[in-house]
């Protein structure tokens, strides 16, 4: 009985253990999230996008934390995941609490480097909390496209 106790906890040792799969989203997952969305803007243009990213059932642009949000380049939003109210508002002077211009400062990516990652606070959907977030944002065409990582 002791050889098969030590038989089985051997063959378990050596058994690859399949991770759980994360409650938040990854930088890496971000990323794939954004270039998704520019794969369907090049193809299906911006109004199917702009719907499909602000349509909660769209499981590609939603996943657990992790959601799209677009604007143009003069800071009005166009599809968000997370916050419909903030679709048609020009947002492009809103502050986080350290006083970070959001949207200014992720267009500023956009228009400068391309693409770029983002610090900010921003409250999370899940838990209504202000919290940490690091947004990864690259240009498409006329606006800037972004999903974050709460921290």
């Known amino acids: 009985m002791r050889f098969l106790a030590l038989l089985l906890l051997a063959a378990l040792s050596i058994?690859?253990?399949?991770?759980?799969p994360s409650e938040f989203g990854s930088k890496d997952e971000a990323v794939a999230m954004v270039k998704r969305v520019e794969a369907m803007f090049q193809k299906d243009g911006a109004d199917a996008?702009?719907?499909?990213?602000?349509?909660p059932s769209t499981k590609e642009f939603h996943?657990?934390?992790?959601?799209?949000?677009?604007?143009?380049?003069?800071?009005v939003c166009v599809a968000h995941g997370?916050?419909?109210?903030?679709?048609?508002?020009?947002l492009i002077d809103i502050k986080d609490q350290d006083g970070k211009y959001l949207i200014r400062?992720?267009?500023d990516i956009a228009k400068g480097p391309g693409s770029g990652w983002f610090d900010y606070k921003?409250?999370?959907?899940?838990?209504?909390?202000?919290e940490d977030k690091s947004s990864y944002v690259e240009r498409m065409g006329d606006y800037?496209?972004?999903?974050?990582?709460y921290r």
């Open 105 to 107: 400062e992720m267009a």
């Open 63 to 75: 996943d657990r934390d992790l959601y799209v949000f677009i604007y143009n380049m003069s800071g």
């Open 82 to 90: 997370a916050r419909p109210a903030l679709i048609g508002k020009n």
């Open 49 to 55: 996008t702009f719907k499909a990213v602000s349509d």
């Open 122 to 130: 921003w409250p999370n959907p899940q838990t209504n909390k202000i």
């Open 15 to 20: 058994v690859p253990l399949r991770a759980a």
């Open 144 to 149: 800037f496209v972004g999903v974050g990582v």
